[in-house]
């Protein structure tokens, strides 16, 4: 029975506080989700960061150093930051709380797109905070900058200067190619990991016969030298983290990525997702992975290796 990487996307920009109050804010909270989450079977942890004060999303050092050293003392879970961050940050802004951690893996999207959450905007008609609805009906006219350029920046400064490996997120076919040219230049070695993210508007549509063309061109391009994992933004998370299980590929739930356990029901926690998919993982015959194993499969540099 193959081994099988749980990650977990604890909070983030894609979602607003007030939408769900069990999605994480505060250090505390961030840290207390986390640590459940990591019992619970994640063998990685994405993170990202927030201003306690408005809810914010913030790439901030003093924000990543606030929960940061607490995670890593209470869990050997990998700790994998974003260097997406928000579609409304700089890339200078982005890379602020990743580049004084040094973490073991970082996040990397692969191309510019679209990036539309104004239909979130009919489940909800109250705010905690006064940035939330205009944020959400302005992100259709939202452009998530991710150029060739800003990619090589991040790989320069997070891989090769301080040794962090990639969660190469994907939205659509073409970032695959993009991620491939980089491959070409020699500024991505195996083994190579890719975050099959689906289900944003602006992206591929979260569809058993999209995942099955994304693996195929990901097989026509990398061969042997890559792993995948399967994320689905929204109510089809669990039905194609399964689909990718069965594929033989990874997965990753949290609650930056979906805000309910079931239909209609709110997740009270981080843990309640990976505790939901480690039981559909293993029903197939799946292996659950630790941290350490993770860090194997994926030549990561260690705990040792962090500024945190």
């Keep these: 029975m193959s081994k099988i990487i749980i990650s977990c996307a604890i909070t983030g920009s894609i979602?607003?506080?007030?939408?769900?109050?069990?999605?994480?804010?505060?250090?505390?909270?961030?840290?207390?989700?986390?640590?459940?989450?990591?019992?619970?079977?994640?063998?990685?942890?994405?993170?990202?960061?927030?201003?306690?004060?408005?809810?914010?999303?913030?790439?901030?050092?003093?924000?990543?150093?606030?929960?940061?050293?607490?995670?890593k003392a209470e869990t050997d879970?990998?700790?994998?930051?974003?260097?997406?961050?928000?579609?409304?940050?700089?890339?200078?802004?982005?890379?602020a709380g990743p580049l004084a951690a040094a973490p073991e893996m970082c996040s990397l999207n692969m191309g510019t797109m679209n990036f539309a959450?104004?239909?979130?905007?009919?489940?909800?008609?109250?705010?905690?905070?006064?940035?939330?609805?205009?944020?959400?009906?302005?992100?259709?006219?939202?452009?998530?900058?991710?150029?060739?350029?800003?990619?090589?920046?991040?790989?320069?400064?997070m891989g090769q200067e301080r040794g962090?490996?990639?969660?190469?997120?994907?939205?659509?076919?073409?970032?695959?190619?993009?991620?491939?040219?980089?491959?070409?230049?020699?500024l991505i070695a195996a083994?190579?990991?890719?975050?099959?993210?689906?289900?944003?508007?602006?992206?591929?549509?979260?569809?058993?016969?999209?995942?099955?063309?994304?693996?195929?061109?990901?097989?026509?391009l990398f061969g042997d030298d890559y792993t995948f994992s399967v994320l689905a933004a929204g109510r089809q998370q669990m039905a194609m983290a399964r689909r990718g299980a069965e594929m033989g590929g990874h997965v990753r739930v949290g609650l930056e990525d979906n805000l309910y356990i079931a239909h209609g029901q709110l997740a009270k926690s981080n843990a309640e997702q990976v505790e939901l998919v480690r039981g559909i993982v293993e029903d197939i015959g799946r292996v659950v992975a630790t941290p350490d194993e993770a860090r194997a499969m994926l030549g990561l540099k260690g705990r040792q290796g962090v500024a945190f």
Aim: charged share 20%.
């Design 164 to 186: 962090a490996r990639f969660e190469f997120e994907c939205y659509d076919v073409g970032h695959l190619h993009m991620l491939k040219h980089f491959v070409d230049r020699g």
């Design 191 to 220: 083994p190579i990991f890719i975050q099959f993210v689906m289900g944003v508007l602006g992206g591929i549509a979260a569809d058993p016969s999209h995942l099955a063309h994304l693996k195929q061109t990901a097989d026509s």
């Design 77 to 95: 879970a990998v700790v994998n930051l974003t260097t997406g961050g928000s579609a409304v940050m700089t890339i200078e802004d982005r890379l």
């Design 117 to 157: 959450l104004y239909p979130m905007l009919a489940k909800r008609t109250e705010w905690l905070h006064d940035w939330e609805e205009p944020f959400l009906r302005n992100s259709d006219d939202l452009v998530f900058k991710n150029t060739p350029r800003d990619i090589e920046r991040v790989l320069t400064l």
């Design 15 to 71: 979602h607003t506080p007030s939408m769900s109050p069990f999605l994480p804010v505060t250090a505390a909270q961030i840290t207390e989700q986390a640590i459940a989450a990591a019992e619970a079977g994640a063998a990685i942890l994405h993170l990202h960061a927030r201003d306690p004060d408005n809810g914010r999303p913030s790439a901030r050092v003093e924000h990543y150093m606030g929960f940061l050293p607490a995670i």
